[in-house]
């Protein structure tokens, strides 16, 4: 069964680096999304793309953020400079459509990349 | 923005006993309701949806059924097996006018004893 990838599954990183979490979605699909998940807190949507450009995001996703599909086959979240309070599990996830009224839309998440800032 | 509340957080049951989880929303707007399984080391791992249109919807041993009046959705597991054992997540989502973004609930630990 197709799946979302990602990589690395831990990236431990110091304040004021950058990262880039990469993550590899269904082949068939055409819409992207990042969400994170601080410990203890609820998944949080960061941002969705869709044909090259960002769809939507969220107040979380400021200029530090952004996202890009280089190829295609990837699709990176990257952060300029880390703070500690980036450290979170962030979760990639896909979906084949956006407005399927009898399906199609659903999303399907990978299994997360685990971000420690130090 | 959408607000979701789920309960309760930790919830126990003895195999073969059922469990029901619940969440409410704030935006009437929502349309759309998935629920997750998270097990430990993966992603979350949709197990089943609904949609504004229906009330209830089952598969297998899994059920969900929908309230738009009170803005509420309960996740139902009959039959629970240790394997059942898992976070699971519910989220909302406003289907044609938000581009896809899920708003979820803070997650329930369901422990089966065997």
């Known amino acids: 069964e197709p799946e979302v990838t990602q990589t690395p599954s831990h990236q431990v990183t110091q304040m004021g680096q950058e990262v880039i979490l990469r993550c590899v979605p269904i082949s068939n699909h055409l819409y992207f999304y990042w969400y994170r998940q601080i410990l203890g807190q609820k998944v949080e949507f960061l941002v969705s793309?869709?044909?090259?450009?960002?769809?939507?995001k969220s107040e979380i996703f400021d200029d530090q953020f952004s996202v890009e599909r280089p190829d295609g086959s990837n699709f990176t979240l990257k952060i300029r400079s880390t703070k500690l309070e980036d450290s979170a599990m962030y979760f990639c996830?896909?979906?084949?459509?956006?407005?399927?009224?009898?399906?199609?839309?659903?999303?399907?998440f990978g299994p997360g990349t685990r971000l420690t800032v130090l | 923005g959408e607000n979701v509340e789920q309960h309760p957080s930790t919830l126990s049951v003895q195999e073969g006993d059922s469990a029901v989880i619940k969440c409410t929303y704030s935006?009437?707007?929502?349309?759309?309701f998935p629920w997750y399984k998270q097990e430990l080391g993966k992603g979350p791992q949709l197990i089943i949806d609904?949609?504004?249109?229906?009330g209830e919807k089952k598969d297998q041993r899994i059920a969900v059924t929908l309230n738009k009046t009170a803005k509420h959705f309960s996740l139902h597991i009959t039959e629970t097996q240790p394997e059942d054992s898992a976070v699971y997540f519910c989220a909302a989502s406003r289907r044609g006018s938000t581009l896809g973004r899920l708003y979820f609930g803070r997650g329930t630990q369901l422990t089966v004893w065997p």
């Open positions: 609904i949609r504004s249109n229906v």
């Open positions: 996830a896909s979906s084949e459509a956006l407005l399927g009224l009898a399906g199609g839309d659903e999303q399907f």
């Open positions: 793309f869709y044909n090259n450009e960002i769809s939507e």
């Open positions: 935006d009437s707007a929502s349309n759309y």
